[in-house]
């Protein structure tokens, strides 16, 4: 039983002219590390939100969401709280958010100690310097009493994961762990939540808008445009022959961390936004292959491709050997070299 | 030892400016009242005849005659040594007629402020917490006609129905004994806290709103925090600075409202006394008053500066960082 399922998990907004999630189908399991990639607006947050039973208010949900078994949509107070408290912790983006800024970091860590499992101020005190520690915090019996403004940005994403892990989930969520923080600590914080997910085999869905750094973490990469996900491959495959032009996009859009640097070359246009919809492919106005009359027309279910799943109408065409339109240099343009 | 050290700094900081503060304003109080118009030599002979050498001599005989400055300086010095001076209408020591109308004033002011707090926090988070219902949209009503009603109306409404009416509460006077004046101070207080229990009551709300909305109250609840609990502890908790702060103010300025109510119920308290020595131009009482109403002002001011950092310790550093 993995960890964390989705199973065609969609969510409508009412008003709105698409869902923001439609059909999604993913799966975590012990040990793995599973990236969502995708640009802002695409529904990864909420994706990842969905995990801890938190969908938008209002929203209409259908398909389910499992954790370690257990159906998020439509669960009562007392499974959502399990999962929420026992099962999956999720790492957010701006750790300074994350915190309440009136209360000692101590606070935040032991809080779901305390409250759910009933520990004493001071079993709960040794726990939390015991994970402070672990994420490698210098001097973790004052970092306890100390206010979230006394720490830096780099040391909270480190007491936030901290506190994801107090109550010992086997499932971490991280939505943009290392957007809001600078250059070197992302590189710091990465490490520390690569070492406690293999110390402690845990399963770990990274979101990010960034594929170059899903790659150098996951197992696996799922990429997301609208709402759906459009390629999901292991990460040797999708960086040595990405399926869907829109991963080629990202992949030819990010400068690739080994190798020479090549020209990058931009996605044209802009994300679709939750009041507009496409009857077909939702990424054929941005699409270099976009055929007329067959890519404009129905939205494209996932296929398999060798190790890849990918909803794309033309897949087999572009990517076949003999392709008679043989692509532009610039769809495997960001092959990595190395790999 | 460096923090206790910055905290002590900033807590003399604060008495410093206070003290300061309060030293301009009772010049200002005494001053203003050289403005007024009248003569108190002319007030105090009225109903007699006086020449003009009497009035001299009156004059003379209360120091009226005095330069300015010299005669604030007389009177500051007296009132640093506990001395407000003698009141022309009650041949009486100022301090000691004040003293004896205090209690009954701060028993109006205390159980106002407590149907404050109680009432208007309370009703505020309800609002917050229900934003849009029915319960919610009938307290903004009730909250708008509150505000927009004066102390006077308000204590002439409930006199007539919960006093008059009804006959639950007593309209008249202060009572004696402790559960008697209690039951006396029901009607008054309410009165007196129809409009701030109105503003503490949209202070709340939107205070609560504000943090409802934060990030880090999400988060508490995707760790599997109770709802409650966030609401008291992250919620509540963070919105407290507005409240405390509207609050006190709020408290600290009521002296003044006290003289509406405490005429309107026959009450004899500090306002009422304001009241009478204005309408008899007993000039010294009214300095004596309205020195007391800034002072109360002052140090509620100050209490509030050196309560924030408990309530929030970001101020705390942005203080010391000075």
């Known amino acids: 039983m993995p960890l964390l399922e989705y199973d065609a998990l969609g969510v409508t907004l009412p008003g709105t002219a698409r869902p923001i999630l439609d059909g999604i189908d993913l799966h975590v399991g012990a040990g793995e590390v599973v990236a969502l990639v995708g640009e802002s607006g695409s529904g990864k947050s909420v994706t990842a939100r969905a995990a801890l039973g938190l969908f938008p208010a209002g929203a209409d949900i259908t398909g389910q969401v499992r954790v370690a078994g257990t159906g998020l949509v439509g669960a009562d107070a007392a499974s959502l709280r399990d999962v929420r408290t026992n099962r999956a912790a999720m790492i957010y983006q701006d750790p300074r958010a994350a915190l309440n800024p009136v209360r000692r970091v101590g606070d935040f860590l032991t809080e779901p100690l305390r409250l759910a499992h009933g520990w004493s101020r001071n079993r709960a005190a040794a726990r939390a310097a015991e994970l402070l520690a672990a994420v490698g915090l210098p001097d973790p019996g004052r970092h306890l009493n100390q206010y979230p403004h006394e720490l830096s940005g780099g040391m909270l994403q480190r007491v936030v994961i901290a506190a994801a892990l107090t109550t010992e989930p086997r499932l971490l969520l991280c939505d943009e762990p290392t957007t809001a923080l600078d250059v070197s600590t992302q590189a710091e914080i990465l490490a520390v939540l690569g070492r406690l997910q293999r110390e402690r085999g845990l399963g770990l869905l990274l979101i990010t808008h960034d594929i170059e750094l899903a790659a150098a973490v996951s197992d696996r990469i799922h990429v997301m445009y609208a709402g759906r996900i459009v390629e999901a491959a292991p990460v040797a495959d999708l960086f040595a022959a990405p399926r869907h032009p829109y991963t080629a996009g990202l992949l030819g859009s990010s400068p690739p961390l080994h190798g020479p640097l090549a020209r990058l070359t931009p996605i044209p246009g802009a994300p679709m936004g939750l009041l507009e919809s496409a009857p077909g492919c939702a990424f054929a106005p941005r699409c270099h292959f976009a055929e007329p009359g067959r890519c404009d027309q129905s939205p494209p279910p996932p296929e398999r491709h060798g190790p890849a799943e990918v909803a794309c109408h033309r897949t087999a065409e572009l990517t076949a050997p003999a392709a008679n339109a043989p692509a532009p240099a610039a769809f495997h343009a960001s092959g990595k070299e190395d790999s | 030892m460096t923090a206790v050290a910055a905290r002590a700094a900033r807590v003399l900081r604060r008495l410093a400016a206070?003290?300061?503060?309060?030293?301009?304003?009772?010049?200002?109080?005494?001053?203003?009242?050289?403005?007024?118009?009248?003569?108190?030599?002319?007030?105090?002979?009225?109903?007699?005849?006086?020449?003009?050498?009497?009035?001299?001599?009156?004059?003379?005989?209360?120091?009226?005659?005095?330069?300015?400055?010299?005669?604030?300086?007389?009177?500051?010095?007296?009132?640093?040594?506990?001395?407000?001076?003698?009141?022309?209408?009650?041949?009486?020591?100022?301090?000691?007629?004040?003293?004896?109308?205090?209690?009954?004033?701060?028993?109006?002011?205390?159980?106002?402020?407590?149907?404050?707090?109680?009432?208007?926090?309370?009703?505020?988070?309800?609002?917050?917490?229900?934003?849009?219902?029915?319960?919610?949209?009938?307290?903004?009503?009730?909250?708008?006609?509150?505000?927009?009603?004066?102390?006077?109306?308000?204590?002439?409404?409930?006199?007539?129905?919960?006093?008059?009416?009804?006959?639950?509460?007593?309209?008249?006077?202060?009572?004696?004994?402790?559960?008697?004046?209690?039951?006396?101070?029901?009607?008054?207080?309410?009165?007196?806290?129809?409009?701030?229990?109105?503003?503490?009551?949209?202070?709340?709300?939107?205070?609560?709103?504000?943090?409802?909305?934060?990030?880090?109250?999400?988060?508490?609840?995707?760790?599997?925090?109770?709802?409650?609990?966030?609401?008291?502890?992250?919620?509540?908790?963070?919105?407290?600075?507005?409240?405390?702060?509207?609050?006190?103010?709020?408290?600290?300025?009521?002296?003044?409202?006290?003289?509406?109510?405490?005429?309107?119920?026959?009450?004899?308290?500090?306002?009422?006394?304001?009241?009478?020595?204005?309408?008899?131009?007993?000039?010294?009482?009214?300095?004596?008053?309205?020195?007391?109403?800034?002072?109360?002002?002052?140090?509620?001011?100050?209490?509030?500066?050196?309560?924030?950092?408990?309530?929030?310790?970001?101020?705390?550093?942005?203080?010391?960082?000075?």
């Open chain 2, 18 to 322: 206070m003290a300061a503060t309060l030293l301009v304003t009772s010049f200002l109080v005494f001053s203003s009242l050289f403005l007024a118009p009248g003569d108190p030599a002319s007030f105090l002979v009225k109903g007699r005849s006086a020449g003009p050498a009497e009035l001299a001599e009156i004059r003379r005989q209360y120091g009226f005659d005095e330069p300015f400055l010299v005669r604030y300086w007389h009177w500051l010095e007296g009132v640093l040594h506990g001395d407000l001076g003698r009141s022309h209408l009650l041949h009486q020591d100022v301090a000691s007629v004040i003293w004896s109308r205090l209690p009954a004033s701060l028993l109006l002011i205390g159980v106002s402020a407590l149907m404050i707090a109680v009432v208007g926090i309370g009703s505020g988070v309800v609002g917050a917490l229900r934003r849009g219902s029915r319960t919610d949209r009938s307290l903004m009503l009730l909250v708008t006609v509150g505000a927009a009603a004066p102390a006077f109306v308000a204590a002439l409404l409930l006199r007539s129905v919960l006093g008059v009416q009804l006959g639950w509460f007593p309209t008249i006077g202060n009572g004696t004994g402790l559960l008697d004046r209690l039951h006396h101070v029901v009607l008054p207080a309410a009165a007196l806290s129809v409009t701030f229990v109105a503003l503490v009551t949209r202070v709340t709300r939107s205070a609560m709103l504000d943090e409802l909305r934060r990030e880090h109250v999400e988060v508490a609840l995707s760790r599997g925090t109770p709802r409650r609990t966030v609401i008291r502890r992250h919620v509540l908790r963070n919105a407290l600075g507005p409240i405390v702060t509207v609050s006190a103010l709020l408290v600290s300025g009521m002296l003044v409202s006290t003289a509406i109510v405490e005429t309107a119920f026959g009450m004899s308290g500090v306002g009422s006394l304001l009241v009478q020595s204005v309408d008899q131009l007993d000039f010294q009482v009214v300095q004596a008053i309205v020195l007391l109403v800034v002072a109360a002002f002052v140090v509620v001011n100050a209490l509030v500066d050196l309560v924030h950092p408990l309530i929030d310790p970001r101020t705390a550093a942005a203080g010391s960082a000075r």
